[in-house]
């Protein structure tokens, strides 16, 4: 993986796959590369490293051409470099872009060696360009070539190959990667994506499991797995040329924090009103399966994961339901059991994640009574693949540490929980409580944003420190986790995040005056349990970071740490509103540190491999 744009037209593709390759940065990728046909040849550009040192390699020796392929790449096979790079090419013929691990590559490059082809690089891709060349130079056409080529891999991916044997055409095909298609007037694209595409056109066609599609000037044709030719709905994108414009913030992530109020109010519009949830916002008939809940099994990872931790709390506590919630990758490979009446819940911005698209297929096989996605793209695997779905309508994110996603998603789980409840007979009283509070939501994170001058300050506190320890109690230990993730994702601080009432089971060894520990303090039941907690961090020399509710009888221990006042809003809002200044804490560490805040070293946005 990580990104790959594909263009063919009557201009040169140049400028749209440079275009393209930036739209999709956010991903995170360590190398990026481009390969056009001119005059008949294969001309290729590659660099490790961001996009502009590619762009500037090509304003130093130019390239052009009517047809070619781009991509950035995140290393899984081989260490970045300019020789791992994409594209991969064979006999100066074919050059392809791939997305996804192909599990078999090490046997297929065993076959191919003994057939006299040299392999330059490291990676698991080149095998794919030679057994398209070799299918070629047996006479078949590109498109065939391909077909041929895929049924040999085993494992995920999504490629865009061309050939200087028929120039103006490009053949792509996924099975397990998402890859879509753009049509433009007279011109197709192939893009990882829609944001990779949207300056060229809004009209796009989403690949589905084993096609194969093929672009020229003059058109775009599907095929299945097995060479059929097949119909796919063109769809009209909503998105705004500029939705991945950074504005007027210096990065991406200070952006979308600052989208939560509109993102949240987006999620919740047209789902309730008076007091009460509309009817079949998961879905037609979504009430026939929804009353047969008897258990929940949520699977997501990352960021998704913790707000399914928080979901946990709200199904046990408000809807009196039991709930599971595990990593993807965990899940997929350990016996499963499955209670009667379980609804299969998969949490995913992207919907795109390849461990939690995994699961839920095999979830399929266990008898579960029906799975609802909570996603952020209407066209995902995940959406597809699912019985229910849950729009989460943050818009695109780019950024790689997760904020606004992360938001939205507990806004759509809450949504789930309320109705759930009162499927379970919640009193009506306490129901309309909950849907008046969330709607409160997108104003009390408003002005919660405004504590960012506050934050900024308390952030060059933790400039020089390696370490941090964040703490919650209850609903707000996931908070914590997701508080920790965002320090160190951005940041790169070591930061875990535990239990407060596990402090002394361990935890309270690292605690000295070089350890900085951040509390989340509602003002809930388990407040003076908190309190007690950190007066144990106290005890130790420990300098404490208290957020803590505006009516929350906590206070400052005199020079040493800080204590910053939140309104909560309610406590089934709090976990989201919470989670916004370590959002903001985390962000402005991250700028004062000098890190690349919106593209962390090592991290993609889209896990699209295991």
């Known amino acids: 993986m990580c990104g790959i744009v594909a263009a063919t037209a009557n201009r040169d593709v140049v400028p749209i796959l440079i275009a393209g390759l930036k739209a999709l940065e956010y991903r995170g990728y360590d190398s990026a590369g481009i390969a056009v046909i001119e005059n008949g040849k294969l001309a290729r550009v590659r660099a490790a490293g ?39 090419v064979s006999s100066d013929r074919v050059a392809v872009v791939h997305n996804g691990i192909i599990e078999n590559h090490a046997e297929l490059r065993e076959e191919l060696k003994a057939q006299g082809y040299r392999f330059t690089s490291e990676t698991d ?39 200087r044997d028929q120039a103006g055409h490009i053949v792509g095909a996924r099975r ?15 893009g990882s994506d829609v944001q990779a595409l949207i300056k060229q056109t809004n009209r796009f066609v989403y690949l589905e499991e084993g096609d194969v599609a093929e672009i020229s000037q003059d058109g775009l044709a599907i095929f299945t797995a097995a060479g059929e030719p097949v119909e796919r709905p063109i769809r009209i994108s909503e998105m705004a040329a500029d ?35 509309l009817p079949n916002i998961f879905g037609v008939d979504a009430d026939a399966l929804l009353s047969q809940i008897k258990h929940v099994q949520i699977v997501a990872c990352g960021t998704s994961y913790h707000a399914g931790l928080v979901a946990r709390y709200w199904l046990e506590d408000l809807a009196g339901l039991p709930c599971s919630v595990e990593v993807a990758s ?33 979830g399929k096989q266990h008898g579960y009574l029906g799975s609802l996605a909570i996603c952020n793209v209407p066209e995902s695997s995940l959406v597809r693949e699912s019985d229910l779905v849950l729009m989460t309508r943050a818009g695109p994110e780019i950024g790689v540490a997760s904020t606004k996603a992360f938001t939205t998603q507990l806004t759509a789980l809450a949504l789930l929980v309320i109705e759930l409840a009162r499927i379970n007979g919640i009193a009506a009283e306490k129901y309309s409580s909950l849907v008046d509070e969330l709607a409160t939501l997108p104003r009390v994170i408003a002005d919660v944003l405004k504590l960012e001058p506050e934050i900024a300050k308390l952030a060059e506190r933790f400039v020089p420190k390696h370490h941090a ?26 930061a875990e995040a535990y239990p407060a009432g596990e402090l002394k089971h ?47 009888p906590v206070k400052q221990d005199g020079e040493r740490g800080a204590v910053v006042k939140v309104a909560s809003g309610g406590n089934l809002i709090a976990p989201a509103v919470f989670t916004v200044p370590l959002q903001i804490l985390a962000y402005h560490v991250a700028l004062l540190r000098g890190t690349d805040v919106d593209q962390p070293r090592n991290l993609a946005k889209s896990v699209t491999v295991e």
């Not at 939705?243 to 919740?268: N, S, W």
């Not at 965990?330 to 992207?350: D, I």
């Open 469 to 494: 320890l964040f703490l919650g109690r209850g609903v707000h230990y996931p908070v914590a986790l997701e508080g920790a993730l965002k320090l160190k994702e951005i940041s790169y601080i070591h």
């Open 176 to 190: 397990g990667s998402p890859l879509v298609a753009g049509i433009g007037d007279g011109e197709h694209f192939l």
């Open 330 to 362: 965990e899940y997929r490979y350990r016996h499963v059991v499955v209670p009667a009446g379980t609804l299969f819940l998969a949490v995913s911005q992207s919907g795109e994640t390849a461990d939690t698209l995994a699961a839920l297929r095999e």
């Open 506 to 552: 361990g935890p309270l060894a690292l605690v000295d005056e070089d350890m900085p520990v951040i509390a989340v303090a509602p003002n809930n039941q388990l407040l003076e349990k908190l309190k007690s907690n950190l007066e144990e961090v106290r005890a130790r020399g420990g300098e404490l970071f208290v957020f803590a509710d505006t009516d929350a």
């Open 50 to 88: 961001k996009v502009r040192e590619l762009e500037a390699l090509y304003r130093t020796a130019p390239v052009a051409g009517t047809s070619g392929i781009a991509h950035t790449r995140w290393a899984t096979h081989g260490v970045p470099n300019t020789a791992n790079a994409h594209p991969h």
């Open 243 to 277: 939705a991945v414009e950074r504005g007027e913030y210096r990065h991406y992530m200070l952006k979308e924090i600052f989208e939560q109020p509109r993102a949240i109010a987006d999620t919740l519009e047209g789902r309730i009103a008076e007091g009460r949830i």
């Open 125 to 163: 891709t080149e095998v794919i360009a030679h057994l398209v060349e070799h299918a070629l130079a047996g006479g078949m056409d590109l498109r065939h070539a391909v077909l041929a080529a895929t049924a040999r891999l085993h494992g995920a991916f999504a490629i865009a190959v061309m050939s």
